[in-house]
Each structure stands twice: as structure tokens, then as C-alpha cells.
């Protein structure tokens, strides 16, 4: 591959356009209208009235039988219209109501101190209650996956992808007892692959234990937990090692994630299950693997300190509100490159800049952003790392090289990547016969 590939800025919303790639992931936004201003009250054109003076009304008529049976009437059909609106509006969104809560927060433990690790099978004991299996379904096909049980009233976390070639889809949930339930869908990031379901009249669930994914080290062992092909069979558990504690993975919609790399078989079927430590510690949600003949046990998972960052949100208010973006799209200039194509520096070479970037009308196109906030920009991965720990409106010092030669330094403010879920409610969508990717692998977005 060229290396000189146009790669687009992770958090933005893609263009599908013929001009250079954008990426814009804000939700829009309905414009609401400006309220009319207040009129300028006049109080001298107001009568004074003396009430004492009124003389009481004697030769009224009782209340119709007729009108209290229309106000009557009018008053169901008022109500009723206002809940159908509410069900269309909420149907459409996908949600349900009632479903979002804003004390449910994700507590990352610690690995335990001077304690030894789980035998294999005392590791499958400790989570196996805690994994579901998920079956998406409509009316033109069926398909699999895993969840890990988060609250004990039936909050269940899985990947976003799992819906995302299945339109208007339901959800049946299998326990570790076999057991049933339908689920509802509550929100899901397309960004981080993340979703979150929610099993209706659901209580005393054995919840999972989550451990911290910043404490991992490579060539720990680990254990990959979910439903592999079928979402109503027992659980099932492979070994494995964290190959790399942080890789960045660019998704097939363009997104990169820096994802826990292990050797731990991830399987169809194993999407939105658990990747376990020695200790029985969920550290991470597994969502992919590496396509293609050429490689083999390159598997992936969501790190434990990015499903609480998201997971709390999507919860609490249905979307990822908090995530910074650039606002730019542009293509990397490494070491190579820069000899490849005589460049006199390395760093991010502009394609275009978003007009809700604070960046507009500040870098041009061909100029190269060398440094943000004093760090060399070697590789694009030095600044997805650096603005995937920032917030929207967080201030960054930039220093460009524009396409003149000029050395320019810009203080700009990150803008916000709303996040948005491939959940749909159009029934055309279909769902793939996985059977058929080549390579053995099956519908997740990751990959090259």
C-alpha cells in the first residue's frame, strides 16, 4: 500500500461525496426558531376593575350532560395522540423509554495484590454467569453474538456492529441457566463499537466484574469468554496472551480505535463477549479480529477504560457526548514518506478542514501541521492518542508548516464528535451470510 494513502481524522463523520474525504460525526441538530420578542406592556391600557361593585351571577345554567361527555371525549383523544406521538418519536430514535439512568456508573478494579492467579477453570466459573448470549433477529434472517451483564436489573454490554446489517432488529438474551428474555435496544457508539441493551423486568443478574485495561502488560495471559456461533449454547472459553496492550486498528467506516491485540481465538458469535484477566476481571469487550488467510490469532478488544468513558454515557443520556476531534482530514508524512516525496518535515499533511473546525480558515490545504502542543508528529497515531484524552473545547497549540515554507503557530479548540449508532429501523436492510467472507471471518467492522 501507498504510503502516502489519504487516511481521514478518526472522529469525524465520513463524506461520500467525490471531494476529499470529511468525517463529521455531530448529530444534527433540529434549528429551533427564535421566540417572538416580548411585547412593550403599556399599562395604561388597562382598565381598573372594582370587583366589590360586581354583582354575583344568579341566573346561571347547569353544565351540559351533552358538552362534559365531548370535553370528556376530546380529553382521551388529546391523550392518546400525545402518547402515539411520544411512542413514534421514541421508536424512531430506537430507544425506549424509561430505559436511560444516571446513576449506573462502571467501577473499574484493580488487579488484587499479592494474590495468586485463577486456574482456566476457575476463571470460567467466576464469569460465566455473567456472559449472555444476544440472537439479532427480523424478519429475513438470524444473528449471534455475546453480551456481558453489567447492572443486575438487566443493562447489557455488546458491541454496536452486531446490529448494524440487521434493520428494525429484536433481541433475545440466553442466560447461563438457559433461561430467556427479550431485550431492548438503548444506545450504541459507532465509534467505539460499544452498545448497551437492556432485558426487560430483569433483576438479581450476576453482574460482571470489570478490571482496569490500563494495568494489563503484554504477554499476560488472558481468556476470551463469550457464545461462539450460537447464541443459545453454553459458554465457552480459549486462551490466550495480550499480544499488545495498545494497537491502533482503523476500522472499515474509517474510525481508529486503540484495541487490546491478543492471540485468544475470537470467534463468530464471540462479538460483545469478555476478555478476561488471571483474576477474573473483565478488561476489556472483544469485538474483532485481523481479516484474511495471510494472518492468524490476531484478535481484538475494547479496552475496559473505553467501555466506562462510553458505556456511562450511553446510559445516561443515549450518545458520547464528550469525545474531541480535530476537525480536519488529512494524510500522514512519516520518515519515508518525506524522503518518498522530498517534504521538508513530518507530520499531518492538510487535505481540507471542516468549516465547524476552529482550525477553518486558520491551516490551508498542503500545509503540515509539524507539532501539536510541543510533541513532534512522527506518525498520525501521536495525535489520535493525544486528542482521544482531551475534551471538546480543550485548547491545543499547533505549529504549521504552511505550503509557502512559513512557520506559523495556531491555538485552536478541539470541537465535539457526538457519537452516533449504526442501529436502524429500516427493515430493507439484510443480513450477510457470514459463510462467505473470505478468509474466515465474519461481519465486523475491523480489519484491512
Known amino acids: ?48 376593575v372594582n ?4 354583582r354575583p351571577i344568579t341566573n346561571y345554567k347547569p353544565f351540559s350532560r351533552g358538552l362534559k361527555v365531548f370535553c370528556a371525549a376530546l380529553a382521551v383523544v388529546i391523550m392518546l395522540v400525545g402518547a402515539l406521538s411520544a411512542g413514534y418519536y421514541i421508536g424512531r430514535s430506537g430507544n425506549s423509554a424509561g430505559l436511560y439512568k444516571n446513576d449506573v456508573k462502571l467501577d473499574l478494579a484493580s488487579k488484587p495484590k499479592k494474590t495468586d492467579g485463577m486456574t482456566a477453570a ?51 438474551i440466553y442466560d447461563f441457566k438457559g433461561k430467556e428474555y427479550d431485550a431492548e435496544y438503548v444506545a450504541g457508539d459507532t465509534v467505539s463499537d460499544l452498545a448497551v441493551l437492556k432485558i426487560k423486568n430483569a433483576k438479581n443478574l450476576s453482574v460482571a466484574k470489570f478490571g482496569n485495561s490500563d494495568e494489563i502488560v503484554c504477554g499476560e495471559s488472558v481468556f476470551a469468554v463469550g457464545r461462539p456461533n450460537d ?79 462510553v458505556v456511562d454515557q450511553l446510559i445516561s443520556n443515549g450518545k458520547v457526548t464528550d469525545r474531541a476531534k480535530l476537525g480536519i482530514t488529512y494524510t500522514e508524512i512519516n520518515s519515508v514518506t518525506m524522503k518518498r516525496e522530498n517534504r521538508s518535515s513530518t507530520g499531518l499533511l492538510v487535505v481540507s ?26 506518525k498520525d497515531e501521536i495525535v489520535l492518542d493525544l486528542i482521544e484524552n482531551l475534551k471538546p473545547g480543550d485548547t491545543i497549540k499547533i ?27 429500516d427493515e430493507s436492510k439484510t443480513i450477510p451470510d457470514s459463510s462467505n467472507q473470505e478468509g474466515g471471518t465474519f461481519d465486523f467492522p475491523f480489519g484491512e
Open 51 to 54: 370587583y366589590s361593585e360586581q
Open 122 to 172: 476457575e476463571v470460567y466459573n467466576a464469569v460465566n454467569p455473567s456472559i449472555v448470549g444476544i440472537r439479532v433477529y427480523n424478519k429475513n434472517g438470524v444473528y449471534d453474538a455475546s453480551g456481558v451483564v453489567y447492572t443486575d436489573d438487566g443493562y447489557i454490554i455488546t458491541n454496536d456492529h452486531i446490529y448494524s446489517e440487521v434493520g428494525a432488529p429484536k433481541f433475545r
Open 353 to 378: 478542514v471542516s468549516s465547524d473546525s476552529d482550525l477553518y480558515g486558520k491551516v490551508n490545504k498542503d500545509d503540515i501541521i509539524t507539532r501539536i502542543n510541543g510533541t513532534d508528529i512522527t
Open 231 to 309: 447464541a443459545s449454547d453454553d459458554t465457552s472459553i480459549t486462551a490466550g496472551t495480550v499480544s499488545l496492550t495498545a494497537r491502533r486498528v482503523r476500522s472499515k467506516t474509517n474510525y481508529s480505535s486503540s484495541l487490546i491485540q491478543t492471540d485468544s481465538a475470537i470467534n463468530p458469535g464471540s462479538s460483545g463477549g469478555a476478555l478476561v484477566n488471571m483474576y477474573g476481571q473483565v478488561i476489556g469487550i472483544t469485538s474483532s479480529k485481523l481479516a484474511g488467510t495471510d494472518y492468524d490469532a490476531i484478535g481484538f478488544a475494547i479496552p475496559t477504560v473505553t467501555v466506562k468513558r
Open 399 to 425: 505549529s504549521v508548516l504552511t505550503s509557502s515554507g512559513e512557520e506559523k503557530e495556531i491555538t485552536a479548540k478541539l470541537g465535539a464528535n457526538i457519537g452516533e449508532s449504526s442501529f436502524s429501523l
Open 1 to 48: 500500500m501507498d504510503d502516502f494513502n489519504e487516511k481521514s481524522e478518526i472522529f469525524q463523520e465520513e463524506d461520500k461525496s467525490s471531494e476529499p474525504e470529511k468525517i463529521n460525526t455531530q448529530e444534527p441538530t433540529a434549528e429551533i426558531p427564535p421566540a417572538p420578542e416580548a411585547s412593550v406592556i403599556n399599562s395604561n391600557a388597562f382598565t381598573t
